[in-house]
């Protein structure tokens, strides 16, 4: 029987992790191309021999998402899988009449197909949307459970933009590993919360090996907690799923790739932001709950934030600095830069469209519904250097840096600056904290505490 021609459309994620898991060892399928999009430069290089294994000793190439249709005719493709997450259905669809009308099938992979079984407990903090508060979901969860006495390793979806083969698997325990390991300006948004807080987290590329690794941390591990990136579902098969939903964004749960999955999936869906969405949001997110997955616990929770110096905000105009995938595919408006500028008395919001340099511009061209908050992408050096350059460069009294991480630390901002925080607050009944104490009880891991 001939094999299948594979060509496999995604973004430096999800994909690797289908081939990996469905495709790497099949002798039934020839992937011959990835297609990258969402992520700037990451077309034009390999996924490498190393990774790829036996059935592909040269590695497989990687283009960009716009020679889809070539790259299907000129390879007599069979199969195309989408493979990346927070799209929308019309996108979906779209690249769907792209593909068949080339000649190629389009597929999706689910869950059953390439989810990993863990030797430990396993928790997916999962989402509707980018941007929708996984993180500090996280942070609050593995509080509950090292509160109990457990110790808890955190995986993260990946973002391998750099050498695959060093970036195989990656453990951060220390703030120095982040420098260790190249990390992006979006990696370290994602593990330095972690590490600030004592606990271990794993990433990388070939998330098998990744969790076995996890599973034997030198630091002990009773409960893998995966946190989820975009809107993706869990890489491991979970004993808990928890899936954040965002009332700034009422009806995207039902609206957007895979983010529906997830509410689906759930035992647990967390309404956020619920102190700065309006209640008509609030309420559509609810009624969409119930109807997709009625029988989820709800919990309400709020994302109360703190400034370090409000009095750089009060009276100042205000260069605002915000998480970039949340303004970029997360498509938001605002972050928390913005709802600290508002709250504590900001006389004005400056624009940061006149002061864009380099390759930020091209974020604005590509992502034109930004508005007038500044991305934090440094997804390279010349990324970095651009933004210092266009903060610099900008006529504002302070800059609010609504990131999860320090940005002066890597790089010069010549301006004062006002960092923001923010973690999850529960609003009533029910709260994490019981849903926790459930998945100790039922993985009887409140013995191994005695």
């Known amino acids: 029987m001939a094999k299948k021609n594979v060509l496999i459309i995604g973004a430096a994620g999800r994909d690797f992790h289908n081939f990996n898991t469905y495709f790497r060892d099949n002798p039934e399928y020839n992937v011959l191309a990835f297609t990258a999009a969402q992520i700037p430069d990451i077309d034009g290089r390999k996924y490498p021999a190393e990774l790829a294994g036996e059935l592909y000793p040269e590695g497989i190439p990687i283009y960009s998402e716009n020679d889809l249709v070539s790259l299907i005719k000129e390879n007599c493709i069979d199969d195309c899988i989408f493979s990346y997450s927070d799209v929308p259905y019309k996108r979906v669809m779209h690249i769907s009449a792209i593909v068949n009308a080339a000649g190629a099938n389009f597929k999706l992979l689910g869950p059953g197909d390439t989810s990993i079984k863990s030797r430990k407990p396993t928790i997916a903090v999962l989402a509707t949307r980018t941007g929708c508060g996984k993180s500090q979901t ?9 509160s109990k006495g457990l110790r808890v390793i955190a995986i993260r979806h990946p973002m391998p933009y750099g050498d695959l083969v060093a970036q195989k698997v990656q453990r951060f325990a220390c703030l120095e590993d982040l420098q260790k390991h190249n990390c992006t300006i979006e990696e370290m948004e994602e593990y330095e919360p972690h590490i600030i807080r004592g606990n271990v987290i794993y990433a990388g590329v070939d998330y098998e090996a990744i969790l076995r690794a996890a599973e034997e941390d030198p630091d002990g591990c009773d409960v893998i907690l ?29 609206n957007y790739y895979p983010g529906e999955v997830n509410l689906r999936l759930a035992d647990v869906v967390v309404i956020n932001k619920m102190d700065s969405a309006s209640p008509e949001g609030i309420q559509t997110v609810r009624e969409n ?30 260069l605002i600095v915000e998480d970039g995938p949340t303004l970029t595919h997360g498509e938001m408006k605002i972050g928390a830069g913005t709802v600290a500028a508002r709250k504590f008395g900001a006389i004005e919001e400056v624009d940061a469209r006149p002061y864009l340099i380099g390759k930020l511009k091209e974020t604005f061209e590509i992502y034109p519904n930004i508005g007038h908050v500044l991305p934090a992408m440094g997804y390279s050096d010349q990324q970095l250097k651009d933004l210092e350059s266009s903060i610099n460069a900008c006529d504002c009294d302070s800059v609010i840096i609504g990131t999860p991480i320090d940005l002066n630390r890597i790089i010069n901002i010549k301006k004062p600056t006002v960092r923001v925080s923010y973690d999850l607050e529960e609003i009533g009944y029910p709260k994490l904290s019981n849903v926790i104490d459930q998945f100790i009880k039922k993985n009887q891991l409140d013995k191994e505490m005695v």
Not at 227 to 250: E, W
């Open 289 to 318: 709950i119930t109807m997709a997955n009625p029988k989820a616990i709800v919990i309400d929770a709020a994302s109360p934030i703190h400034v370090d110096h409000p009095e750089l905000i009060r009276g100042k105009r205000v």
């Open 138 to 146: 996280s942070r609050k969860v593995i509080e509950e459970l090292m």
């Open 226 to 254: 995966w946190d989820g990136g975009n809107n993706d579902f869990s890489f491991y098969k979970q004993d808990l799923t928890i899936t954040v939903a965002d009332p700034h964004r009422p009806g995207a749960e039902l």
